[in-house]
Nanobody, 123 residues
Framework: VQLQASGGGLVQAGGSLKLSCAAS????????MAWFRQAPGKEREFVSG????????SYSNSVKGRFTISRDRVKNTIYLQMNSLKPDDTAVYYC?????????????????WGQGTQVTVSS
């Protein structure tokens, strides 16, 4: 499966962005999906995950209450609505397809990765 992330950009602190990740090549409707991010000089970290049917969502403590993950199984696409953005949210954001129907918070739980989209939050 190929994953194409989009929607990143430059935004002021307190602003919002919505990321999209479109899958092609095969359906991911039975896969857990997730967003990770990697800031310069830091390791890639889990941001949010969603189960195959959208019934289970998980978030890192740093984004809980500000970010919302969702998916459209018909469109084979997942989304990440990011509100109240902070400069610490600046990173390249990656979407990923899980090995199983539920998301994992560790990167080795994923078989396919998108190319990443840059999010920059200015203070």
């Amino acid at each position: 499966v190929q994953l194409q992330a989009s929607g990143g950009g430059l935004v002021q602190a307190g602003g919002s962005l919505k990321l999209s990740c479109a899958a092609s090549g095969r359906t991911v409707s039975n896969n857990g999906m997730a967003w990770f991010r990697q800031a310069p000089g830091k390791e890639r970290e889990f941001v949010s995950g969603i189960s195959w049917n959208g019934g289970l969502q998980s978030y890192s403590n740093s984004v809980k209450g500000r970010f919302t993950i969702s998916r459209d199984r018909v469109k084979n696409t997942i989304y990440l609505q990011m509100n109240s953005l902070k400069p610490d949210d600046t990173a390249v954001y990656y979407c990923a397809a899980a090995r199983s129907a539920v998301p994992s918070s560790v990167s080795n739980g994923y078989t396919s990765w998108g190319q990443g989209t840059q999010v920059t939050v200015s203070s």
